[in-house]
Structures are given as C-alpha cells and as structure tokens.
C-alpha cells in the first residue's frame, strides 16, 4: 500500500514533442505528490507537486494531471527540450507521518 | 547560502571497513533522510528521523546505522554488514506537519565504491 508505480521507466521524445509519465499510489491517505528532475551525478531537485483537491497544476511547460478516484497522476512535459533530459521521480507523502514514498524514476531523453 | 551539504563526493572503501557520511542542513528542518540509488531501481529509503536524537528504519536499514545528535545533522554508517554497499547516496530533509513536508530537498550525493 506504500507503493508508488511509475511509468515508463525510459522515455525517448523528439524535440518539441509532449513527454508523459504516469504514476499510480494505492494509500488514500497520501496527501501531497510532487515530482523531481534530477540530473545525472545531482541531488533530485523538486519540480512541481500538487494536492489532491486539484485536478490540474501547471507551471510553465510542466503539468500535473490528478485523477483522484483512479488514485493516479502524472506529469506532462509541453514542448520537450534537450535540457529536459533528465530522470524524474514521481512522490507521494502522507504529511502527518513525514514519509516520503518515491516512485522507480523515468529516464527522459529528448533527441535535438 | 541555505541548503544541504553532503561530504565526500566520492568514497572508497575496502570490503570489511566501515565508512561514515556526512550530511549537514541549515535549512531549520525537522526531518532528514538517507536513500541508496541504484541504476533503475529509483530511491529507496535507508533511514529517517523527525527529530533530534529519534530516527526510524526505512526500507533497506540493514546494514546501516545512524545517528541525529544535532538537528542539522544526519551523518550515515556504512558498515562492514552491508554486503553490496556500491551506490549513490542521497541525504534530503523537510519541514514537518504540514502538507509542505513531501517537499524534500537533496544533497549533492556521496558515490561510494568498494575497491
């Protein structure tokens, strides 16, 4: 139940495309769901997240989408850039117990 | 600047001896992490704590032994128990008891080799 599954765990777009990860939780406890970049030899860095009283966060070329009754959601590149390469960990926290469950990573690689 | 500092870069241990990591906040966090990367297999937790001198098991504990005798500290053992410590090592902290507590935020890593 502590378990966050994401896919794919790599993921090839062309430059200018729209990158997709999904991720999927089964705890209903979980309250907060961000995602991280991180770059090869880096520490992950947080990205965006959002609450699951929102359906929608976006922020700048980054979108979370959150299906609530289907307990999934994920997050959606707009117009993929080299720079975009990197691997991105989805994440679920339940804030009263200040655990933080990560999902497997996606390995992005935008082709220039 | 603040953040959260992790040290050496790049560790190597002979198989038998006992290594320490060491990772320092002055973020004001209550809660720091330790996690093992490995190639595709994503973050796994170590250990944690919440608060000065209390920590928990994560997920791979074995192995492994901490302490958090200072808030902003939360050096990790690697000790001779451990049998495949090669990894990268990620050291994060949070703020606690409230919705921004999944809002971790990482350290550099230690990549440690055993030779």
């Known amino acids: 139940q502590q378990q966050v599954k994401q896919s794919p765990q790599s993921l090839i777009v062309q430059k200018g495309g729209i990158s997709i990860i999904n991720c999927a939780y089964e705890?209903?406890?979980?309250?907060?769901f961000p995602w991280y970049q991180q770059f090869p030899g880096k520490g992950p860095a947080l990205l965006i997240a959002?609450?699951?009283?929102?359906s929608e966060k976006k922020e700048g070329r980054f979108t979370i989408s959150f299906n609530k009754s289907a307990k999934q959601f994920s997050l959606h590149i707009m117009d993929s850039q080299p720079g975009d390469s990197a691997t991105y960990f989805c994440?679920?926290?339940?804030?009263?117990?200040?655990?933080?469950?990560f999902g497997s990573g996606t390995r992005l690689s935008i082709r220039p | 600047d603040g953040g959260i500092t992790q040290s050496p870069k790049y560790l190597f241990r002979k198989e038998g001896q006992n290594v320490t990591l060491s990772c320092e906040q002055n973020?004001?966090?209550?809660?720091m992490y330790w996690y093992r990367q490995d190639p595709g297999q994503g973050l796994r937790l170590i250990y944690y704590?919440?608060?000065?001198?209390?920590?928990q098991k994560g997920d791979i504990a074995e192995g492994y032994s901490v302490s958090r005798e200072k808030k902003e500290s939360f050096p990790l053992t690697v000790t001779s128990a451990q049998k495949n410590p090669t990894a990268f090592y990620l050291c994060?902290?949070?703020?606690?008891?409230?919705?921004?507590?999944?809002?971790?935020?990482f350290g550099q890593g230690t990549r440690l080799t055993v030779v």
């Open positions: 994060a902290s949070s703020l606690q008891g409230n919705l921004l507590a999944a809002e971790a935020f």
């Open positions: 705890n209903t406890a979980f309250d907060y």
């Open positions: 959002i609450r699951p009283d929102v």
């Open positions: 994440a679920a926290s339940n804030s009263s117990a200040s655990k933080i469950i």
């Open positions: 973020l004001n966090h209550d809660a």
């Open positions: 704590s919440q608060i000065v001198n209390d920590f």
